[in-house]
């Protein structure tokens, strides 16, 4: 039997459990080599407390660029404005009184004493929303003219729009003032040539620059001029909250369309011409008009409120059909009415007696 306690034998090697000095080796003691690597990774405490402690100058700094949550909150608290406490929970707004609008929301808003509207209408900033508007708009709306004069509220609802949207540009003052300038060299014109095709002699005909003045007064105050009256009329005296006065003169402008064919066919030489087609372009104005506006009025109306109990829309209504009359005649007889010149005969010389001369006597 082989003998196991031998530590020389070279068949087995050396005993791992016997140490040379004859003792017992604890083989799960650490390593003593593994215990110096790890001393040597590890820094001393002291030397880890001093690099977790920043110095003094790097806590200032952080400081600053980091202040404390309290006086960020202070910070916070102040730039916030104040609340409504009254509101519920949730819908905590800021008090409207402490608000402080923008400045050029501020010089946007509308002067709230008279003197400072009344400069207002001076200023070039009050008509910029009210020339806003295109050629295409310009279309739509004399097509609306001829098309839907005879339906009412179509043409202020459907087509200009009582204010303006996303659909509807609202109603414009540069359509009145394009249609009313053009309408005025139209009648200038075409008065001139009506005259002309009416002489029987071309030598006695005169180009009449005075057309031009007339149909400029009279299509102004027609087109500005008789609007702003009503307008005045219906909210100041009868206090009815109809329309305003950029509708009234909108509707008054388009309403002048179909007179620009009437006035160019007003020029055929014949008299019934001029009566029948300025007699139409009235009509489809005047329901152009009325059909716009009647519901308004009638609606803004308050009955048995008025001077003897009667009611105050009717009677303005009559005024604009009699207004549209006095329109229609005084195109017709200023401008289309030819009056034939008359010739007085040169009054013929009497015959002079001849004067006879005695012969000399001789």
Partial sequence: ????????????????????????VDVFAPDPSQQQQQQMQQP?????????????????????QHPPIQQQQQLQQQQLPPVNPNMPAGLMAPLPQQQQPPQDMAAQEAPTSWWGKCMMCFTVDAYKVYFDIDADDIVKRIRGVFLHFYKPEYFRNNVMGAMKTDELKGPDLYGPFWITMTLIFFIGVTANMHNFVHRNDVDEFDYDINHLLHAASILISFAFVLPTILWITTKCCMGMQALQLVEWICLYGYSLVPYMPAVFLSTIPFGIVAWVTLGLATAASCLMVIRNVSPALLSSDTSGTGIGGQAKGPPTILIMLGCHIVFFLMLKYTFYHYIPATHTPNPTLAPTAAITTAPPSQ
């Fill in 1 to 24: 039997m082989m003998n196991s306690m031998n530590d020389g034998s070279e068949e087995f090697g050396a005993n791992p459990f016997r140490s040379d000095s004859g003792g017992y």
């Fill in 44 to 64: 001393p405490i002291q030397q880890q407390q001093q690099m977790q402690q920043p110095p003094i100058q790097q806590q200032q700094q952080f400081q600053q």
